[in-house]
């Protein structure tokens, strides 16, 4: 008997312990991102390069889908370089790009945008309203 009065309130405190409820978080990863962490650029332009997303790569070259990735200000890509996604940012594709190959053939491939990675949780804002005191 005195067992069980030793192990009661232990048992009674891991249940009160279990039901806390406990915040959702904040930020939750952005729905639009790619998978895609790092192009290779293969042919670099004025305003970006024709890049491959290194998803399957083959020894140290990239030959994933084909993207053109824009060129910020005062940016410049050369031929194979790798282009990785900054942290707390990921790839999304948003628009197309355009071009015109060597045998005149038009091409339209997607192009790449890096937005922030984290956006924030709807379930975070309504647990956080659910929290304020009732008057």
Not at 12 to 29: D, H, K, N, Y
Not at 55 to 77: H, M, N, Q, R
């Amino acid at each position: 008997m005195r067992k069980v009065l030793l192990i009661l309130p232990i048992l009674l405190m891991g249940c009160v312990e279990g039901s806390r409820v406990f915040a959702p978080p904040e930020t939750i990863i952005n729905s639009k991102c790619e998978t895609v962490y790092q192009y290779q650029i293969f042919q670099a332009l004025e305003n970006g390069g024709l890049a491959h997303d290194c998803s399957d790569y083959l020894g140290d070259t990239c030959w994933g889908l084909l993207v053109f990735i824009p060129a910020g200000k005062g940016v410049e890509y050369y031929d194979d370089q790798i282009i990785r996604v900054p942290e707390g940012k990921c790839a999304v594709y948003e628009g197309v790009y355009r071009y015109t190959t060597k045998q005149d053939i038009m091409k339209t491939i997607p192009k790449v945008k890096m937005i922030d990675a984290y956006v924030p949780n709807p379930a975070y804002s309504e647990w956080l309203n659910a929290q304020e005191p009732k008057q």
